[in-house]
């Protein structure tokens, strides 16, 4: 059961910061997980409306209180919805930042952090930034309160309710990719950031409040009409997660310029909504058998760009963190990003990660964009060469 705030103020002033659709207008849907003890708070993000939901998990600590995994923009709306919680189960204890450099998941944390002035911070180690590498003050972290994560969950303060495994780091030529897996016990629940993920069939609610990405994306051309179905919404939706994850999928051919402007003033919209009525995108018949190969029945995956430019880099801290991880009697993943909660054991995220002994399962020709990506960033310096 979902719950929205229509009334209250969902507006999002420092989304230059972070500066992806819908920018400065951030509705939140929170839902209930586990009942009276997790929580999810979805908003969305996007770019040229590839739009996907971006999560907040906030749960409850047996002993009293909340900690917030992950948190997304405080808008008016969003904290309201915290407000509740806090008035039935206590204050938000603690509020961690599960990844070392992921922008769109750091930029939250300060503001985050002043609505709730009473909640200690934890990072986990190694944090950057690019491009100038600043302390974590001068980002909006509060000081006094902002702590770095224990490597040995036994030693952190909320070790009644939790353990947690440390990914990384993945040194990388920029810096390193880092993020921490919390199990909460009780419940079986596995949560994490980008490491897993699962497609939903159908788009997330976050999503279709406003229908119009889906439909932007269901069209062949630019002159088709934007028309509200829900055929058009699931279309419009398989076709985003294919560019969320293969950037140009095989099945993609982007007209050139001079075709993309002479279809412009025949496009069925060419407000600025619209993009003035450029529409640079032409589906192959087969595109749906392209999607259908990433989607997989909903499973657990890990995303390809992970796959070949990030985990690939140190598979042997990959396999020791599984290795970890799966020792955990799971019962659900909560990822940060597309559906949440996902049913799912141990074996199915040891299954998700198999790519790092056996390559990935993935179409060769979808992986393509992202292979020629691999080749010049190790040509650049940029990321370090495979490792075995």
Known sequence: MSQMRPALDASWPFWPVVPLYPYGKRRTV???????????????????????????????????????????????????MVRELEGEHGPVRYIVLPTVSAIEHKAFVG??????????????????????????????FPPKRTHTLPEDSAESPFQDDFDYALLGPVRLGLGSFEEVAFFHRASGTLLVTDTLMAIPETPPEIVSLDP???LFHARESASDPIVDTPE??????????????????????????????RDAPRASDRSK?????????????????????????GQLFVAPVLQLLI????????????DQVTCWDI???????LASPVAATAAAVRRAFEFVDHGSELPAGDLETIQELNQDLTRLGAIPPVSQ
């Open 232 to 261: 058009n919404r699931i279309k419009g939706w398989r076709r985003i997660v294919l560019f969320t994850f293969y950037f140009r999928p095989a099945v993609l051919a982007v007209p050139g310029l001079g075709e993309v402007l």
């Open 331 to 337: 019962q659900r993943v909560m990822p940060a990003h």
């Open 111 to 140: 503001p985050f952090a002043r609505k709730f002035p009473e909640a200690q911070v934890y990072v986990i180690p190694n944090q950057w930034s690019f491009p100038v590498n600043l302390p974590l003050s001068w980002l909006g």
């Open 212 to 214: 119009y990405p889906l």
């Open 273 to 297: 909504r619209g993009y003035f009525g450029l529409f640079p995108f032409r589906w192959r018949a087969d595109w749906l058998d392209s999607y259908k190969a990433l989607y997989r029945d």
């Open 311 to 322: 985990l690939n880099r140190n598979p042997a801290e990959v396999r020791r963190w599984v």
């Open 30 to 80: 929170r839902r209930e997980a586990v009942k009276d003890t997790i929580w999810t708070f979805d908003q969305q993000q996007g770019i040229f409306y590839v739009v996907v939901p971006i999560r907040m998990t906030v749960v409850r600590l047996d002993k009293g209180g909340l900690l917030v995994y992950a948190p997304v923009a405080p808008t008016e709306e969003c904290v309201a």
